[in-house]
């Protein structure tokens, strides 16, 4: 069991990282932008809108998948056992 914890930890520090970095250039590309403050809020409201979207559904699909590989393990265990 606890390789299972030690990979999902790997998998949200990566998810995480990716996180913080999509931030950090997000500000950084408003930050440094010829636009004016309304312009640049309204295209940081939606980039920010479109990072949750595509976070949430990479985070689903990443728990689907061990999900599936947490049920393939444990149906070799009971073949194993059997």
Do not use: C, F, Y
């Amino acid at each position: 069991m606890s390789d299972h914890t030690s990979t999902s930890k790997v998998i949200l520090a990566l998810l995480a990282g990716a996180t913080l970095g999509a931030v950090m250039g997000v500000g950084a590309g408003m930050l440094l932008s010829p636009n004016d403050g309304k312009t640049n809020r309204k295209k940081l409201k939606e980039k920010i809108n479109k990072l949750s979207e595509d976070i949430h559904e990479k985070t689903e699909n990443i728990i689907d998948e061990i999900q599936e590989e947490l049920e393939s393990l444990n149906d070799t265990e009971l073949t194993k056992e059997a």
